[in-house]
């Protein structure tokens, strides 16, 4: 027989973070070399790190590879439709604010499709954590092209090379007024983690863009090779600066990443405003959903 | 560890020792977990997991030091790293440092239908 | 349960439907609404924005009506009764997300204030003519709950039976209003709060260890989990088996879907509403809905001066369509005659319904931009009696 029967028995519990994964649901579907399975586990690091109830953090995804990661999740997960990932959330949010509510998805269903979305909860500056993992490509359908797709990249409805020009997402984030805008790529495990925890700590329009591997389209069609290639690209082109102008950052077909924390302000959030506002016009008679939500018992 | 000059607290140091466990029906073989271990712990394996990929296998158990660098990026939960005491990092690094080829097991077709 | 008082405006108004719609969402128990404006329905969101703040609930004007339908169905399962408000082209951006509501099974409300349509139509002007949109809408198959207010009481009336038809099927509820309706002012009394029936979100018995989100214990629906409460359930768009995890299997469809179909067929005989005069010994009966209803009373009155027996069935319930008492109706008339304003739209299924038995079903047929003239539904009781 073969020396893995030799490995020790190892259960599936005992991986660190078992307790936030659907271990019922291993192995998952993304594809060896995907970077997002290692999002996901920096994530559920975060969480077990934070010290937060887990029993009221929420996660929201649309559809696409991303989208899979609410099935995924050992949290209150909801597998919506394409694009409105950032609208349900806010319902989540609203209907019970003491909700912790995470949006987890992709380039194409948050800036593409839900691009309205986006732009206007980070508007409102509503009171969501939104992980974006970018692989600049429409990963789940096939390899299209995506708004955040480079120029001159390869896609499968651009087959002689992108001629659109792409998002600068921290650069969106920013302008409509996320007040924590950060970009790490997988790699950046350590301080991907660490900027999960921080995105957890605060509050409003949390942004986080996580360049991630896509081997089986975005590699494969720009003959990049596998995922982790395109990893190594990430260890030799990732250029931190936190800090730095969002104006700057935008990425070009296989260029240096330019990673980092780009804004992290302090800035009342939708709810706050909302309650402030009512209590200044409405005094007395303003009665504010509870925070354990509306829902209407005996 | 090479040092231009013996640190003054370096008897007070304990370098923290590991024992790496891998769910090898978990993994898809996808090498980061190798590529990455800064202690080269581990190697991509000649065997195959119920799913046809290589799982990876360690190679220098006595060196990993539980960094927790191979549980973190791998992508499917299929690996991550204990603390082990020094004794049993000892013992660890005496007996399992013999590479899998040391029992090179069944021809590969064989092993592919089983 | 009772109503909660804080959302009950007791006492006898001067309303129109628009509001009424509104007061009867906050009667029910409504605390959160996700709106976009659009003529005829943005009186109602405009009411709400003014009242909610002074009762606990949350309003909030998204961006567009797909975000709107998406945050009522993410509200809703925090255990807030939700809804939205829109008129035709926003009804048409819904659709998507009222099918993840009928398929997570996510209770909630739609009213859609009709206009003429296609397209942007006459905004300010009725219509009748998303009548079988609201049924077959979104794609795939689902079952819906549709329901027709014939004037702003029954605005009022029908919202809290809206909401709890909403929550004891676990299925999006459509209230098909229309622009005449809604912007009709007639009296509404609206009862006090002890008066008010109203059914609350129910939550499962079952420790987070145990429950199963798409699990049924014999009941027509599954028992409903809050986020937030522990339950860490999971719930998608994707067909999905009792532990809401998405399978893809041609079984796992069959049970997943039959079921959405079932707990309202099966259960037709308890939520169809029908108001109906005279039907026996008829040998027409007009079958109308809406504005349409009280225009086709004066047809009917106008047709009995002339000798007709007529006899009258108003559809309260839209769907599920009453296909077994149109069924049994139809053995004994000669006709239906159906006035909509559209161009036919629910005769189509009067037609089905009455086929077998070989009676007619007649339309009178309306463009949309006024209601009928009385006259010529009256012409058409006459020519159908024949």
């Not at chain 3, 998303?130 to 919202?159: K, N, T």
């Amino acid at each position: 027989m073969s020396t893995l029967a030799e490995h020790p028995e190892v259960l599936p519990e005992e991986h660190p973070v078992a307790p936030y994964i659907r271990t019922d649901r291993m192995p998952h579907i993304w594809c060896p070399t995907c970077g997002i399975g290692t999002v996901v586990k920096c994530f559920a690091t975060a969480l077990a790190e934070s010290g937060l109830d887990l029993n009221k953090v929420s996660v929201v995804s649309g559809i696409g590879c991303t989208g899979r990661v609410a099935g995924y999740m050992k949290l209150d997960g909801f597998h919506t439709t394409h694009g409105r990932a950032i609208p349900f959330a806010t319902g989540l949010k609203l209907g019970r604010p003491e909700l912790l509510v995470t949006v987890f998805s992709g380039d194409g269903d948050l800036v593409g499709i839900g691009g309205n979305h986006f732009i206007h909860a980070a508007r409102r500056n509503m009171d969501l954590l939104v992980i974006l993992v970018n692989n600049f490509i429409y990963g789940m359908t096939g390899g299209q092209n995506a708004a955040t797709t480079p120029l001159t990249a390869k896609t499968s409805t651009m087959p002689y090379g992108n001629f659109e020009r792409a998002f600068n997402l921290p650069q969106l984030a920013a302008s409509c007024g996320a007040t924590y805008v950060a970009r790490w790529t997988c790699l950046h495990i350590r301080r991907l983690t660490k900027a999960f925890g921080e995105g957890l700590k605060r509050k409003g329009f949390r942004f986080i863009e996580v360049i991630a591997p896509c081997s089986t389209l975005y590699a494969r069609l720009n003959k990049l090779g596998s995922g982790l290639d395109l990893m190594r690209f990430y260890h030799d082109n990732a250029e931190i600066r936190h800090g730095a102008d969002t104006r700057e950052v935008g990425i070009a077909f296989q260029d240096r990443i330019v990673c980092g924390k780009f804004v992290d302000e302090e800035q009342p959030s939708f709810l706050e405003m909302m309650h402030e506002h009512y209590r200044k016009t409405l005094g007395s008679k303003y009665v504010p959903t509870p925070p354990e939500g509306g829902w209407l018992h005996e | 560890m090479k040092y231009w000059r013996k640190p003054l607290d370096f008897g007070d140091v304990k370098v923290p020792r590991g024992e790496v466990r891998i769910l090898v029906e978990r993994c898809k073989g996808c090498g980061f977990c190798v590529e990455y271990c800064p202690k080269d712990v581990l190697v991509m394996s000649e065997e195959f997991n119920k799913k046809g990929y290589h799982p990876p296998k360690v190679v220098k158990a006595g060196e990993c030091v539980n960094c927790n660098l191979c549980e973190m990026i791998c992508p499917d939960f299929a690996i991550f790293s204990v603390a082990v005491s020094d004794g049993d990092a000892a013992a660890a690094a005496g007996s399992s440092t013999q590479p899998a080829g040391a029992d090179p097991g069944p021809p590969e077709q064989e092993l592919r239908r089983a | 349960m009772k109503a909660d008082p804080a959302g009950v405006l007791t006492g006898v108004h001067y309303l129109d439907g628009d509001f009424a719609c509104g007061e009867g969402a906050m009667a029910a128990g409504c605390r959160f609404v996700a709106g976009y404006p659009i003529t005829p329905s943005t009186e109602v969101v405009e009411r709400i924005s003014r009242r909610f703040p002074l009762m606990g609930g949350t309003f909030i004007q998204m961006e567009d009506e797909l975000g709107s339908m998406a945050a009522v169905v993410g509200a809703s399962w925090t255990g807030t009764k939700s809804m939205t408000v829109t008129s035709g082209p926003g009804f048409s951006l819904m659709m998507e997300n009222i099918g993840l509501a009928a398929m997570m099974e996510t209770p909630c409300v739609v009213v859609n204030v009709q206009r003429a349509g296609p397209s942007t139509g006459l905004p300010t002007m009725v219509g009748q003519a998303d009548m079988m949109q609201a049924r077959w809408g979104s794609h795939g198959d689902y079952e819906v709950i549709a329901l027709s207010p014939q004037s702003p009481q029954e605005a009022f009336d029908l919202m809290i039976d809206a909401f709890n038809l909403a929550e004891i099927y676990r299925v999006p509820v459509l209230v098909m209003m229309d622009e005449c309706v809604g912007h009709m002012t007639e009296k509404v009394v609206i009862p006090p709060a002890e008066e008010i029936e109203v059914v609350p979100r129910s939550l499962t018995s079952q420790p987070p260890e145990s429950y199963l989100p798409y699990k049924v214990n014999g009941k027509p629906v599954p028992e409903f989990a809050r986020a937030g409460d522990g339950y860490k359930f999971h719930t998608t768009g994707l067909t999905h088996d009792e532990r809401g995890y998405p399978v893809m299997s041609k079984e796992c469809q069959e049970k997943c879907v039959s079921r959405l179909l079932e707990k309202i067929r099966q259960n037709v005989d308890q939520i169809v509403r029908l108001e109906e005069r005279e039907v026996d010994g008829a040998d027409v009966v007009v079958v109308a809905y809406g504005i349409t209803a009280r225009v086709a009373r004066i047809g009917v009155e106008l047709a009995k001066r002339q000798g007709a027996k007529v006899g009258f069935i108003r559809l309260i319930t839209v769907w599920p369509f009453p296909d077994r008492r149109i069924r049994a109706v139809a053995e004994k008339v000669k006709a239906f005659v159906v006035p909509e304003i559209n161009y036919g739209q629910m005769v189509l299924e009067v037609e089905r319904c009455a086929a077998k038995a070989g009676a007619d079903a007649v339309l009178v047929p309306h463009p949309g931009g006024g209601v009928h003239d009385p006259k010529r539904i009256c012409e058409a009781i006459l020519g159908a009696a024949k």
